[in-house]
């Protein structure tokens, strides 16, 4: 049973226009929220965060949303490179987990069009 | 800077060989994690450790070996390696607090 869960495996979008990548959650014990990008033969990068006391963070180009009550974040990218083109990951964590321990989804590719 | 570093980046085993992946942190994090990639399934969480001396199993352990005697190493022991192993295997670290986690490159594995 999976906790978080993105639902769209690919995401293509051109250059200059904004990105949506979505992200569910299943628990809710969860009180933080992260975005990870991933190239090919790289680690995951840490982006973004978002507490669940909070409903937007914004970090440049990059702005999270969560709404706690549908259980449910996205990421919005504005405006969207070529180089923004990666795997994205939303995870999640709690606080009353020891080790920072993570929940993955299962990932959205991002495709941006020159 | 080298952040968190895994050895070897690829490695081929045969079924029922045993290995060890080593992982490395220069950032004085106390929690260190092992994380495996599958197609379509995200990461998911090996084992992990709070410190030193200090490790729990995660959503799938088995046949996996954790030991954690220093806080800059967390090494992973396949003990009998099996093809349901191959996958990309990752590596993190992060402070008391987080909530940010930092992530090695990567171990691809296969076993034939």
């Known amino acids: 049973d999976q906790q978080v869960k993105q639902n769209s495996p690919s995401l293509s979008v051109q250059e200059g226009r904004i990105s949506i990548l979505n992200c569910d959650y299943t628990?809710?014990?969860?009180?933080?929220f992260l975005w990870y990008k991933k190239y090919p033969a790289e680690g995951p990068t840490f982006l973004i965060s978002?507490?669940?006391?909070?409903d937007k963070n914004e970090d440049g180009r990059f702005t999270v949303f969560l709404n706690k009550s549908a259980k449910h974040l996205s990421l919005h990218i504005v405006p969207s490179q070529p180089g923004d083109s990666a795997v994205y990951f939303c995870?999640?964590?709690?606080?009353?987990?020891?080790?920072?321990?993570?929940?993955f989804g299962g990932g959205t590719r991002l495709m941006v069009k020159p | 800077n080298a952040g968190v570093t895994q050895t070897p980046k690829f490695q081929v085993l045969k079924t029922g060989q045993s290995m060890t992946l080593q992982c490395a942190q220069d950032?004085?994090?106390?929690?260190m994690s092992w994380y495996r990639q599958d197609p379509g399934m995200g990461l998911r969480l090996i084992h992990y450790?709070?410190?030193?001396?200090?490790?729990d199993q995660g959503e799938v352990p088995n046949g996996y070996n954790v030991s954690r005697s220093t806080t800059e190493d967390f090494p992973l022991r396949l003990l009998s390696a099996a093809p349901s192993q191959t996958s990309v295997y990752f590596c993190?670290?992060?402070?008391?607090?987080?909530?940010?986690?930092?992530f090695g490159q990567g171990t691809r594995l296969t076993v034939v």
């Open positions: 993190a670290s992060s402070a008391v607090g987080g909530p940010e986690a930092f």
């Open positions: 628990n809710s014990m969860f009180d933080y």
């Open positions: 978002i507490s669940s006391i909070k």
């Open positions: 995870a999640a964590g709690s606080v009353s987990l020891a080790g920072n321990m993570l929940t």
């Open positions: 950032m004085n994090h106390e929690y």
């Open positions: 450790s709070v410190g030193a001396g200090i490790t």
